[in-house]
């Protein structure tokens, strides 16, 4: 998710359409859908286990 933000950070900071083109690709699109879906089952792993711990 980082590189992704990277990306678009530095399509701003430098202006290039080369960046742009790749920031708004569907590849750039996939990998996010992606590592917002990881971030999500570790949310609800670290959950799980806080849960866990509270209960017993």
């Not at 430098?14 to 859908?33: F, G, I, K, W």
Request: charged share 15%.
């Amino acid at each position: 998710m980082a590189l992704i933000l990277g990306l678009f950070w530095l399509k701003d900071e430098l202006r290039s359409p080369r960046l742009a083109r790749m920031a708004y690709s569907e590849l750039t699109a996939r990998l996010a859908v992606v590592a917002a879906g990881l971030m999500l089952v570790g949310v609800v792993s670290l959950l799980g286990q806080l849960w866990r711990s509270v209960s017993g």
